[in-house]
Every structure is written in C-alpha cells, then in structure tokens.
Nanobody, 121 residues
Framework: QVQFVESGGGLVQPGGSLRLSCAAS????????MGWYRQAPGKQRELAAS???????NYADSVKGRFTISRDNAKNTVYLQMNSLKPEDTAVYYC???????????????WGQGTQVTVSS
C-alpha cells in the first residue's frame, strides 16, 4: 500500500555530514507524522528525530544541535540533515510515516527499509 525510497546513507569521516531522504508513495490519503529511528549493532531502535504535519520537530538529546529534520508535504518526503557526525551515530536509519491510506482505508505507521550510516576514520 505504501512504499518508500530511502537514500543518502554511506560512509563518512567523523565531523562530516550526510543528508538522508525518504519518499513515501502509494495509496496515500494523508501523511501526518514522519521521522527517523536508528538502530546501532547490539542496541535497541531509538528515535533520532520526528516532525509533525505542521513542521514541529522533535529531537533525541544525543542529536540536538547537529541534526535537522524537515519535510516536503507535496512530495510526502522527509529529510534528515546530519552534521558534525560522530562514530556513535553509526547505525541503520529507518524512516517512518504515519499514513491514512485511501483504499483500503487504514491508519497506521509504515517503515522504510533502512539505510546504513557509518561514521569512521
């Protein structure tokens, strides 16, 4: 019903930057909340950043001041600009979207497939 195209992950040196993007498509009536979770090896998945439909952001304390989340409602796309990256930011980053679908009618969270971010020298 809802598909995602994620891009922007990769290998970067400490202090570097990456920009993740995630575009949702399919039988979408409305997208409200969007965001990014991340999961490091051996750790639980945690929220990195989220954004409401009226563009109110929320950040984990560990990324505040370094990451910026934004969205393009016309394209059902969410972005994560990551600056001053640290080795501890290494993880698989998963985007999500809280979607009301048109047919069949559902209201639930959908997940992207994940993109690897590795911060290492």
């Amino acid at each position: 019903q809802v598909q995602f195209v994620e891009s922007g992950g990769g290998l970067v040196q400490p202090g570097g930057s990456l920009r993740l993007s995630c575009a949702a498509s399919g039988s979408i009536f409305r997208v409200y909340g969007m965001g990014w979770y991340r999961q490091a090896p051996g750790k639980q998945r945690e929220l990195a950043a989220s954004i409401t439909s009226d563009n109110t952001p929320n950040y984990a304390d560990s990324v505040k001041g370094r990451f910026t989340i934004s969205r393009d409602n016309a394209k059902n796309t969410v972005y994560l600009q990551m600056n001053s990256l640290k080795p501890e930011d290494t993880a698989v980053y998963y985007c999500y979207a809280d979607v009301i679908t048109a047919s069949p009618a559902t209201n639930r969270r959908y997940w992207g497939q994940g993109t690897q971010v590795t911060v290492s020298s």
